[in-house]
């Protein structure tokens, strides 16, 4: 019989043993792999609203209790998880999501994960719940535009070791290095091997640009970049990811940070977010191996919200010192080809027909993979303070948005550069275009502007919006940015109040 190809490699064990998708998973499989694979604990783990996972652990001592826990899932105390449940009426319900099931590559016992979703005490979703709110989005999209919303991250963390003083990297020219002169590159790639066994569909790691010496510590930036799938998917990938990397950290005696600003005068850390629209299977990108007007359709909704995206993917002030020119990172609200001072960038693809494969393999065969497949259009401004399932939801209601904007393709005309747009000569351009917030109490105004079109169809609760606008007003940073931009230390102080964001 052959095997599915989606199958043959997976690194899941889960995956491996049962020999069928994530998305087909029974309660009956959970269990037939817990008995014959000797597991000994079963761990929940969910986001809080502080953006981390959390754990549940469960002790498996007999079939009836496995299979209790499974169906009915358990009770936590949803004030202690999310400023907005009151502490008087705060039980929650979390169900496993079987779908989601792995090894847990960091136990000392046998243990297989799941995440969960939260019920209210009615049994229903949570309506402000992170998972919740992006499956909402995933379903109004579909509605409203009859097609499929995928996405995935680049996610970019620094690594922080001893300096050995051997082989030093050139400052801030770490883009792809290899070793000896970049010194983490065994453990970007041990992150790499653990994320897949979680189910991450992984693209590819690499090291980035940041790379400095300070205070007889090196810090190297690194980047893993995942495959595009479902937008609920992706969120949980990322979720995982991030648990990954810092508990892997922890056991190699580093420490990492997914911050968004390190120090001054180096690159920050972004989380750039790929999507791409589907349809029967189909990419809907691109068109005569143009970008198509469902692409650029999707981008105008991006123009549109883009000031109040950033309340969902920037969530500290230090967000708003790496949003400034010059540092490849996006400050105004447009979008071009292949343009990394853009806000919205429409990466290389694979449009040209050529078969390079053959180009530089003369021995072989003429290849026919679609790669169509592979075009998709690159959200810039998010970083690693980023709550992962706003954020995507935010970009899935943005998208669906643009289908509902009668004039989107002259807007995505209007937003369109294609030049550096922080050149001095191209300074004309730059005073047309909208600007992105420089601070969470701007981009908490632009949500209050804008929260009518993430509330549309349900998909984000007012309680939500209240809670995210209160939060970013409470940093009170209208004039931080431009009142210590140019003060090191008081950079410093900042960064190192928010390293451990996300």
């Given amino acids: 019989m052959t095997m599915n190809k989606e199958l043959e490699l997976n690194a899941n064990k889960v995956v491996a043993f049962l020999q069928k998708p994530v998305n087909e998973f029974t309660k ?23 953006g981390r996972l959390k754990t549940l652990n469960f002790a498996i001592t007999n079939l009836a209790y496995l299979e209790t826990i499974l ?22 319900y979390v169900i496993p999501r079987f779908s989601t099931a792995f090894v847990d590559p960091f136990a000392a016992l046998p243990t297989l994960s799941m995440l969960c979703s939260f019920f209210n005490k009615d ?118 990811a991030k648990w990954v990397i810092r508990n892997l950290a922890n056991q190699m005696g580093y420490d990492i940070t997914f911050a968004p600003k390190i120090t001054t005068g180096k690159a920050g850390s972004g989380l750039h977010i790929h999507m791409r629209i589907m349809k029967d299977g189909k990419n809907q990108m691109l068109k005569n191996d143009k970008l198509s007007d469902t692409a650029r359709t999707a981008i105008a909704g991006m123009m549109e919200l883009a000031e109040s995206i950033t309340a969902f993917g920037n969530k500290n002030p230090t967000s708003y010192f790496r949003l400034v020119p010059h540092q490849e990172a996006p400050t105004n609200v447009c979008w071009g080809d292949r343009n990394r001072s853009v806000l919205v960038r429409v990466p290389l693809g694979w449009s040209s027909k050529m078969d390079m494969c053959r180009m530089a393999n003369p021995l072989e065969n003429r290849s026919n993979i679609d790669t169509t497949q592979k075009q998709t259009v690159e959200m810039r401004s998010p970083d690693g303070s980023a709550d992962l399932y706003q954020l995507l939801a935010g970009l899935c209601v943005a998208c669906r948005h643009g289908f509902e904007l009668p ?31 420089d601070s ?63």
């Fill in 407 to 437: 004039n989107a393709l002259e807007i995505a005309t209007k937003t369109y550069v294609n030049v550096n747009i922080h050149e001095k000569a191209n300074e004309a351009k730059l005073k047309a275009l909208a600007q992105l917030p």
């Fill in 123 to 240: 049994g229903i979703p949570l309506e402000s719940a992170p998972e919740h709110t992006l499956a909402k989005a995933s379903k109004a999209f579909t509605e409203v535009t009859g097609m499929e919303f995928h996405a995935m991250g680049e996610l970019e963390y620094y690594v922080i070791a001893p300096d050995t003083h051997f082989f030093p990297a050139t400052d801030q020219h770490g883009y792809h290095e290899s070793a000896p002169y970049a010194k983490t590159n065994e453990f970007r790639i041990r992150c790499m091997s653990y994320i897949a066994l979680t189910g991450g569909q992984i693209k590819y790691g690499h090291s980035e640009v940041g790379n400095f010496t300070l205070n007889g510590l090196v810090y190297e930036q690194n980047e893993i970049e995942f495959l595009p799938v479902r937008v609920e998917e992706a969120a949980d990938q990322l979720m995982l």
């Fill in 440 to 502: 969470c109490y701007a981009s908490a105004k632009c949500l209050e502007k804008q929260r009518a079109v993430f509330e549309k169809y349900g998909v984000f609760s007012p309680s939500m919006i209240d809670g995210i606008i209160k939060d970013l007003k409470s940093y009170n940073d209208s004039s931080l940015r431009e009142d210590i931009e140019h003060n090191p230390d008081e950079v410093q102080t900042l960064v190192t109040r928010y390293f451990h964001c996300g």
């Fill in 28 to 50: 009956t499989d959970i269990i037939s792999f817990i008995q014959a694979n000797n597991i000994e604990m079963v761990n929940f783990m969910y986001p809080g609203g502080d």
């Fill in 71 to 92: 169906t009915c899932g358990e009770r936590v105390d949803g004030s202690s998880l999310f400023p907005f449940i009151e502490a008087s009426s705060s039980d929650l």
